[in-house]
């Protein structure tokens, strides 16, 4: 069985940055597509970026400014949020899948429990 567990999250002040992590265990973390997703109060949870062994893709709202990594040897995904805006601030949430990635929710099977992050003005 999969199990993601996120850490990272917390308060920002805008323009400032997080890194967030995502340790899988159950699996070897390099053969699954693992993605970032994200929920703010009241809205539908949103695509931020994915990334498996073929490459990476990130919301356009999030371009730029955010960047997804793995440490395959510690099946570990990080994403690295730099130049936080207040809109950015929602509920993290991992997610991972077999094979291709996607920025489809309900394409993926496996969901941490979130981590929080209120960037402020």
């Known amino acids: 069985q999969v199990q993601l567990v996120e850490s990272g999250g917390g308060p920002v002040q805008t323009g400032g940055s997080l890194r967030l992590s995502c340790a899988a265990s159950?699996?070897?973390?390099?053969?699954?597509?693992m993605g970032w997703f994200r929920q703010a109060p009241g809205k539908e949870r949103e695509f931020v970026g994915a990334?498996?062994?073929?490459?990476?893709d990130y919301a356009d709202s999030v371009k730029g400014r955010f960047l997804i990594s793995r440490d395959n040897a510690r099946n570990t995904m990080y994403l690295q949020m730099n130049s936080l805006k207040p809109e950015d601030t929602a509920v993290y949430y991992c997610a991972a899948r077999f094979n291709l990635r996607s920025w489809k929710v309900e394409d993926y099977t496996y969901w941490g429990q979130g981590t929080q992050v209120t960037v402020s003005t």
């Open positions: 159950g699996v070897t973390s390099g053969v699954l597509a």
């Open positions: 990334g498996n062994w073929r490459g990476t």
